[in-house]
């Protein structure tokens, strides 16, 4: 399986700070990397799908880069409903894995 | 507007059974493969099965094959994840997703969750 590493596992910040945050994969996944948004108690939501597409209606303070095994998560300008669990996921290999989730929580 | 709703979670003993159902809404639902993830509490996502847009196939993460079965009921827009012989590990919330499409690989739509407890 390809294992996902994401890093920090938490990450204390301010309203209107830059914050990245980074997923590593085990192998080469080539850009078959998504993002997700998971606020207590709720459903994952689809930010990025193929590395760097925003699904619609993400806004444009986020983006994502990176091929092969290295990527990043950044928000630019934190709002208060940023603050919220990120996890990465593969889709380039069997089993699709995520990765063990980020707490981005407010400092 | 798609929706995917989950029911039939509970509570059920090490060794028992438990039949999930999601239903979808808003979209061509024979189009589109479906996925279970699962999130024990307090911890991270993990996939655990698929099923094709016409139920011709269907794969499972490791530790749940042999145990689960994953179908869908086509005429009436369903998913079900059949559960048997539950552990204590498998206590988690279970979600449905939709995979986007056949080639990129996320979850675009993704159902409330029901909740699975298994304890005696």
């Known amino acids: 399986d390809i294992q996902m590493t994401q890093s920090p596992s938490s990450l204390s910040a301010s309203v209107g700070d830059k914050v990245t945050i980074t997923c590593r994969a085990s192998e080469n996944i080539r850009t078959y990397l998504h993002w997700y948004q998971q606020k207590p108690g709720k459903a994952p939501n689809l930010l990025f799908y193929t590395t760097s597409t925003l699904q619609t209606g993400v806004p444009s303070r986020f983006s994502g880069s990176g091929s092969g095994t290295d990527f990043t998560l950044t928000i630019d300008s934190l709002q208060p409903e940023d603050f919220a669990t990120y996890y990465c996921q593969q889709s380039y290999g069997d089993p699709r894995t995520f990765g063990q989730g980020t707490k981005l929580e407010v400092k | 507007e798609v929706q995917l709703v989950e029911s039939g979670g509970g509570l059920v003993q090490p060794g028992g059974s438990l039949r999930l159902s999601c239903t979808a809404s808003g979209f061509i639902f024979s189009t589109y493969y479906i996925s279970w993830v699962r999130q024990a509490p307090g911890k991270g996502l993990e996939w655990v099965a698929n099923?094709?847009?016409?139920?011709?196939?269907?794969d499972y993460v490791d530790s749940v094959k042999g145990r689960f079965t994953i179908s869908r009921d086509s005429g009436k827009n369903s998913v079900s994840l059949q559960m048997d012989n539950l552990t204590v590990e498998d206590t988690a919330v279970y979600f449905c997703a939709r995979h986007s499409n056949t080639w990129r690989g996320d979850f675009d739509y993704w159902g409330q969750g029901t909740l699975v407890t298994v304890s005696s």
């Open positions: 099923i094709k847009y016409d139920g011709s196939e269907t």
